[in-house]
């Protein structure tokens, strides 16, 4: 069995006020429990609150232990790291996975900057958790007692990753940030057209594509990226690493999930317009459970 709960569920910015209550208003910050394995898939400003909670919990019973997936740097996936309470103990023990940056940059850098004076008070150093730092790129990690991890690279303006849990039959999928692949070389118009060009952008758009659905197949629960409509993604919104969410639902019917948390919710689409698009843009029976994540919500594979 894994249980999934959402403690942060927006994307790009922290969002208060009583328009954000229902869906909640924190960024990405996912509890996964395999068994009594803790998995963490972000740090975004959702990670105060389990962080409190976390101490409230379990500290009293032992010291905590766990896993923690960044998915990419983003503030927004990352913000939450200094204010998460468990690193203040020394007690406590966290391995963090995440892909390697540009120019030899990892999460572990990127915290050092997040961290720095200039930034903010208290160093990564100066955390009195143990924590290790793994750099991943695509690959499967074996956890332990039948819990295994794969990653994905997906497409965003950043290195990226998906994560693929898979626990005793069990399978929890997050894909977020990412975009549909497309080909950016098919304007015949252009003076620098180049059919071969064409061809190959062709090839690797369906060759990704596949990939993408070979990743999710299957899954019994699917985190997805979802923070437009087809209309709005339409309207600017594309090579902004985000997934329209008529999108997300084709790819996930496609891959045969099972159910689908439509994802990091745009910040100004206030509970009102996001149960608006419950209403009007989940279609009904289709095989497939389609749920607006928010935040404090629990699922179980």
């Known amino acids: 069995m894994l249980q999934v709960r959402f403690w942060g569920t927006r994307g790009s910015i922290a969002v208060t006020g009583s328009s954000a209550v229902e869906f909640g208003g924190n960024t990405s910050c996912i509890e996964l429990r395999a068994g009594g394995r803790l998995i963490i898939i972000d740090l975004g400003s959702g990670a105060r609150e ?23 740097t983003h503030l927004d996936h990352l913000i939450g790291f200094p204010m ?8 406590n023990t966290f391995r963090i996975h995440g892909p390697r940056l540009p120019e030899n940059g990892s999460v572990r850098s990127a915290i050092e900057i997040m961290t720095s004076y200039q930034f903010w008070p208290v160093r990564l150093s100066e955390f009195a958790a143990k924590l290790t730092f793994n750099i991943i790129v695509e690959t499967t990690l074996d956890l332990g007692g039948g819990l295994k991890v794969t990653s994905k690279l997906l497409n965003h303006p950043v290195i990226t990753l998906g994560y693929r849990f898979e626990y005793h039959g069990k399978t ?22 180049s059919a071969a060009a064409d061809s190959e952008g062709r090839k690797t758009v369906k060759e ?3 990939r993408m659905l070979e990743f999710i197949s299957g899954a019994d629960i699917l985190i997805y990226d979802s923070p437009y409509t087809e209309a709005e993604y ?3 919104k594309q ?14 019917k496609e891959a045969g999930v099972k159910k689908l948390i439509v994802f990091h919710h745009e ?3 206030t509970d009102k317009v996001l149960r608006e698009i419950e209403e009007c843009n989940f279609p009904k029976n289709i095989g497939m459970e389609i749920i607006a994540a928010k935040e404090g919500m629990s699922l179980t594979a």
């Open 234 to 236: 339409q309207k600017g």
């Open 239 to 252: 090579g902004w690493g985000h997934t329209p969410l008529e999108y997300a639902i084709r790819c996930s």
């Open 172 to 193: 929890v999928v997050t894909a977020f940030d990412t975009e549909p692949y497309r080909n950016l070389f098919t304007d015949e118009q252009s003076p620098f057209y």
């Open 267 to 269: 910040p100004s689409k």
């Open 84 to 91: 998460f309470a468990p690193l203040f103990f020394k007690s």
């Open 208 to 210: 990704e594509s596949n």
């Open 50 to 72: 389990l962080g409190n909670h976390l101490i409230a919990e379990n500290f009293k019973k032992s010291p905590i232990d766990g896993d923690i997936f960044i998915t990419h």
